[in-house]
């Protein structure tokens, strides 16, 4: 969970509310990476930290550190799992003590500007044979995003929110193009995932935990509630209720395993 454009304050139970999907890309990403031998691990932008645990169980004879910048992520991971290692950096200043031998981020390297340079830099922190694995989202041309940025650009705020609008993620090939000179293997892919939401405005209460973060931390109240109004009104429309009361929110995510 970090963001270089603004002090984002982010609110644990608010992301862990949708854990279940949150998390289920992140599980995919884990499960293609090699089964190699590591002896120590990072997790850039580790959030909560439920999926720092889970690569700590899945690699059970690694060290592994979560690390992230918000401090409100880090509490809820050192109180859910003080048994692991949490240091507090941004992604953009970070560096290891030593070449790890995998780095992995699951949904956090879209706050990070300039990938061209960014994720070779990642992947050349990693010690030779080791592994860079990250997945974002890349949905910058869904409903939800496009009318984000609509509303951003037309409101009395845009002056405060636009610097807050994230540049979109690149097509699969151009991550290839960046990163073939420096892998020895290179397993890029998207998943669309059909993800079914319940309740009142629930994209909007999914968004409340992310991508919204940035633009809610940004305002004072009622600001805040005037601009999540004005969006839930644009996300009904987008998003209309099925015939069951449930709401298809289609979310497209990019995958990348590299090895160096």
């Known amino acids: 969970m970090i963001c270089v454009t603004a002090v984002t304050i982010w609110e644990p139970q608010t992301y862990l509310r949708y854990a279940d999907i949150r998390f289920r890309a992140g599980l995919d990403l884990i499960a293609r990476i090699p089964k190699l031998e590591y002896s120590t691990i990072y997790d850039l932008g580790s959030g909560t930290g439920h999926l720092t645990r889970t690569l700590a169980d899945t690699f059970a004879n690694s060290k592994v550190v979560g690390i992230d ?16 290692e949490w240091r507090h950096a941004e992604i953009t200043s970070w560096s290891p003590p030593a070449p790890p031998d995998l780095i992995y981020s699951n949904a956090a390297l879209q706050w990070v500007p300039e990938h061209e340079s960014l994720l070779p830099s990642l992947l050349n922190k990693v010690r030779p044979g080791g592994v860079l694995a990250m997945q974002v989202p890349r949905h910058f ?32 090939e151009t991550y290839w193009r960046w990163l073939s000179p420096h892998a020895r293997n290179l397993d890029i892919w998207e998943t669309i995932y059909l993800q079914v939401l319940d309740g009142k405005d629930p ?46 929110f289609p979310f497209r995510r990019l995958f990348l395993v590299a090895q160096r």
């Open 203 to 248: 994209v909007v209460n999914f968004m409340r935990g992310t991508a919204l973060r940035p633009f809610l931390s940004a305002l004072p109240e009622p600001e805040a509630t005037k601009f999540i109004d004005a969006f839930a009104d644009r996300m009904a429309a987008a998003y209309p209720a099925q015939h069951n009361g449930q709401t298809l």
């Open 69 to 84: 910048s918000s401090p409100e992520m880090l509490g809820e991971a050192r109180r859910e799992f003080p048994a692991l």
């Open 141 to 172: 041309e869904s409903p939800s995003h496009l009318g984000l940025k609509e509303l951003v650009l037309q409101s009395e705020w845009r002056a405060k929110l636009e610097p807050l609008l994230l540049a979109p993620i690149p097509a699969p």
